[in-house]
């Protein structure tokens, strides 16, 4: 069966959910960056940070991940990765109020890419406060079936596009993730995806030459640049693209341009992992 087959009949309906969007959650994340308090009103895309889910530990996979979810593909030995997403805020979130999110499926679309059958799904979550629309979030992820005994292709044998360090960028932020980063950021985002801190699994099973930084931590550290260069200039939109994985250990530069909107990670050859455009 193709992956097609398996979700031909799948449509899972709309989900709402409700919040309190409270200070904790942004303090801590700004103590994980190391950067300037959230201030009012949350920044994009702190969201990420609130409306958790915590199944049962017994409804994990193997893979950290829920064996079953209401947006999870029913397709055999899933494997997810975090492709990308757009997002724009009306008024943004404001803290210590109540929210209410409704997340829809909106595509799913199989493709064929270099490691075979993929499936990319798309889920639209919408944020209100007070009945007002205050944030719109769509997030693309891709799916492929990987039967346990073979594993995903080595993540860093895919060559990708070279973009140049620009060290004449008027937005720059270098770094390197390390495990207890990566542990911090998935317990404040709840997620359990043994790629990002159980470095057996994710080198044996996987087979990634080391420990996953979060696509989300890389949107994330992008949208960080205007916030600590230009804070008296709010983010009303972000598209950003995850273009090849990033890992513990290796350096990596952020840079931005405020004349253009563009935001890249690269690593230490210049290679582009990450991109966004922001307003």
């Known amino acids: 069966m193709t992956l097609s087959d398996y979700v031909r009949d799948w449509r899972p309906g709309v989900v709402t959910s409700e919040d309190i969007i409270s200070p904790g959650p942004a303090a801590a994340l700004a103590a994980v960056l190391d950067a300037p308090p959230s201030g009012e009103p949350l920044p994009l895309p702190w969201q990420w940070l609130y409306f958790l889910e915590w199944p049962a530990q017994a409804r994990l996979g193997i893979d950290g991940h829920p064996a079953e979810g209401h947006f999870l593909p029913p397709i055999p030995h899933r494997r997810r990765m975090f492709a990308g997403g757009r997002m724009r805020a009306r008024r943004g979130l404001e803290m210590g109020r109540p929210a209410v999110r409704t997340a829809e ?3 799913v679309t199989p493709k064929e890419g270099r490691s075979g059958e993929m499936l990319f799904v798309t889920v639209r979550y919408e944020y209100r406060q007070g009945g007002e629309l205050r944030l719109v979030d769509e997030q693309d992820l891709v799916y492929r079936s990987d039967p346990p005994s073979q594993g995903s292709a080595p993540a860093a044998a895919v060559a990708g596009e070279t973009a140049g360090a620009d060290d004449g960028a008027a937005w ?12 911090r950021f998935s317990a404040l985002t709840a997620n359990a995806h043994r790629i990002h801190y159980d470095l057996p699994y994710c080198t044996d099973v996987e087979r990634y030459p080391g420990l996953v930084v979060h696509g989300p931590l890389l949107a994330v550290l992008m949208a960080e640049l205007p916030r600590r260069y230009a804070p008296g200039r709010r983010i009303t939109g972000l598209v950003y693209r995850l273009r090849r994985p990033v890992f513990a250990g290796e350096p990596i530069v952020i840079t931005g341009s405020p004349e253009s909107g563009q935001l890249t990670v690269q690593d230490a050859a210049g290679q582009l992992r990450a991109e966004a455009h922001f307003t």
Do not use: I, N, V
């Open 105 to 107: 499926l909106t595509a």
């Open 172 to 183: 720059r932020l270098s770094m390197t993730a390390t495990p207890p980063l990566l542990f």
